[in-house]
């Protein structure tokens, strides 16, 4: 029998949940952690692009690590609001509290009114698109097959948008360069750059025929989320910050060719065929900080596909509050829900930013909601956004810890039912221990592949 203690639910099983099992347990709380995927490693596996391979390999690592503790249950593939819900969790599994880390899976809308009917018509959202580019050379890989034309058009501005433009790049050029007879493989075109293959192989990239992809972003390129700032710049600040923004985009787009169009914001689409086929963007100027939008300079551009790459938002789930994309809180420190005062949200949910900047200048530690985006592109910008989540996970374990001294432990009978359920979910997933589990579902690596073709 079990000594009578606290049992705590949490929803994710990536960086900020797994971390958050891993405090609680080590404080001798018994956890279940609830994940919507096979795997548990949320958008490290599918949203940070496949040539990070040393970075994804340690994160998941040390994912595992955390969530193979003795007093933590892993429950895959149950989704919050399909094969459970919030009411079951409270009421009849009687957890001491419910942790959310579900992550930002839902794309913002692009702000043209109806444009979501195109999608996969000449309309491509950044989440799914990166999924793809991450498992499309497992061959048992059975999703939307995403076709990548020359001329696409991005809409972003952030380091997200510019992983977004490496790919469309990376495989246009590999795909051109196919049909040369020349063979150069995804990870090695990340690595070199497109200028490099291109000049062991005698060519130029006028010699490809390509376009390339264009980045349009509503503010200047200077303005790109791409640094940090302390909470009071200087003058100062802001000269260096530009500057190095400045020079953070030439290398990216020095490296891989893309083009962009700074200080245009999209207004409205560009038919053909019942397909989208572009967009009307109007110009914008930037006047005291903020976006202006000039209505009457419009620029017509036709594009075979548009990827939109503006940020991510936390799904809305039932029993859940909202304040528009984002949970109701009442309180921001602790994460305890409006009305739920035993569920409690880590920070993408909280606070509705995948800015680093912002979420700093507002006193948060930067989150899950930023792993979630990937607003960076160099393996020390991802490290450093995983290392706040870690932060973040440990402030809310502090939250948890003064809700559960408040709360009755859990009788040995409570935690026994507690753990039948668990068994029994486990059980209609075919899932036996956590190392045999992993190594069952872990997809093929593409640096393990001699062919990516």
């Known amino acids: 029998m079990p000594d009578p203690a606290h049992f705590v639910?949490?929803?994710?099983?990536?960086?900020?949940?797994s971390e958050a099992a891993e405090k609680l347990a080590t404080l001798g709380v018994q956890v279940a952690v609830f994940e919507q995927n096979p795997l548990p490693?949320?958008?490290?596996e599918t949203g940070l692009p496949k040539w990070h391979v040393k970075l994804r390999d340690s994160q998941e690592k040390k994912i595992d690590e955390k969530l193979n503790h003795p007093l933590v249950r892993f429950i895959p593939n149950i989704r919050l609001g399909h094969e459970i819900n919030l009411s079951q969790l409270r009421n009849e599994w009687g957890f001491s509290a419910i942790l959310l880390a579900t992550g930002a899976w839902r794309d913002r809308p692009i702000p043209v009114p109806d444009l979501d009917q195109y999608i996969n018509s000449g309309l491509y959202y950044q989440n799914p698109f990166v999924a793809w580019f991450n498992q499309n050379h497992d061959p048992a890989y059975n999703g939307h097959a995403y076709k990548i034309p020359d001329n696409t058009l991005i809409v972003g501005g952030g380091l997200a948008s510019f992983d977004v433009a490496k790919i469309v790049m990376i495989e246009t050029t590999r795909y051109s360069l196919?049909?040369?007879?020349?063979?150069?493989?995804?990870?090695?075109?990340?690595?070199?750059?497109i200028p490099e293959i291109l000049k062991k192989h005698d060519l130029r990239f006028e010699d490809l025929g390509l376009q390339g992809c264009t980045l349009f972003y509503r503010r200047k390129i200077t303005d790109m989320p791409l640094t940090t700032l302390p909470e009071d710049p200087t003058p100062r600040d802001l000269e260096t910050a530009a500057r190095v923004r400045q020079k953070i985009f030439d290398n990216?787009?020095?490296?891989?060719?893309?083009?962009?169009?700074?200080?245009h914001t999209p207004a409205e689409p560009i038919l053909k065929n019942g397909r989208l086929n572009g967009l009307v963007f109007y110009k914008t100027e930037i006047v005291d900080g903020r976006v202006r939008v000039k209505e009457d300079q419009k620029v017509y551009r036709e594009s075979p596909l548009v990827i939109s790459a503006i940020g991510s938002l936390p799904d809305p789930l039932p029993e859940i509050p909202m304040d528009g994309d984002t949970y109701r809180v009442k309180d921001q420190d602790s994460g305890a829900l409006e009305g739920l005062e035993d569920v409690f949200a880590l920070g993408n949910a909280v606070t509705g930013r995948g800015n680093i900047k912002e979420s700093q200048l507002h006193g948060r530690k930067v989150t899950q909601k930023v792993v979630d985006e990937f607003l960076a592109w160099n393996p020390e910008d991802y490290q450093m956004i995983f290392d706040k989540a870690k932060e973040n996970a440990d402030e809310k374990v502090f939250a948890v810890q003064k809700h559960l001294r408040k709360k009755p432990v859990l009788s040995t009978v409570q935690i026994d039912q507690i753990h039948e359920r668990i068994k029994a979910l486990q059980t209609d997933v075919g899932y036996t221990d956590y190392a045999s589990w992993i190594t069952k579902h872990l997809p093929p690596r593409l640096e393990n592949m001699v062919d990516d073709s």
């Open 9 to 17: 639910a949490v929803i994710g099983g990536a960086v900020a949940g």
């Open 41 to 44: 490693y949320g958008k490290i």
């Open 178 to 193: 196919a049909k040369r007879g020349v063979r150069a493989d995804t990870l090695s075109i990340e690595k070199t750059g």
């Open 252 to 263: 990216v787009q020095k490296k891989f060719l893309f083009k962009c169009m700074e200080c």
